[in-house]
């Protein structure tokens, strides 16, 4: 059985007013968590989803950490309404430098 190729990195989509965090494989979103904002130096994430088929492999805390990453790089500060990302936050003192 030929194994599934490893999981694409995360890639940043960027809008006027927002944008996106994705993992896509051939033209296939399989992952995304969204923001508004960044205008000003801060964005709201308020949606995360992953496909059932990768769900409980760590994929949506890989969008927070590229959105942490992000943050830090640009001087964002995050206000996570979604509530998986709110979750993340709150878990992982570590992540917590770059929240409004």
Do not use: N
């Not at 190729?5 to 965090?21: K, Y």
């Not at 990768?54 to 943050?71: E, H, S, Y």
Request: aromatic fraction near 6%.
């Amino acid at each position: 059985m030929a194994s599934e190729s490893p999981l694409p990195d995360v890639r940043l989509l960027q809008e006027a007013d927002g944008g996106a965090f994705v993992i896509e494989r051939g033209g296939e979103r399989l992952a995304e968590m969204t923001y508004a904002g960044s205008a000003g130096g801060t964005a709201t994430v308020d949606h995360t989803w992953v496909s059932d088929s990768l769900r409980g492999q760590g994929v949506a805390k890989r969008l927070v950490d590229a959105c942490v990453q992000w943050a830090r790089a640009s001087g964002t500060r995050i206000v996570p309404k979604c509530s998986y990302a709110r979750a993340v936050f709150k878990r992982h003192e570590d992540l917590q430098d770059v929240l409004a």
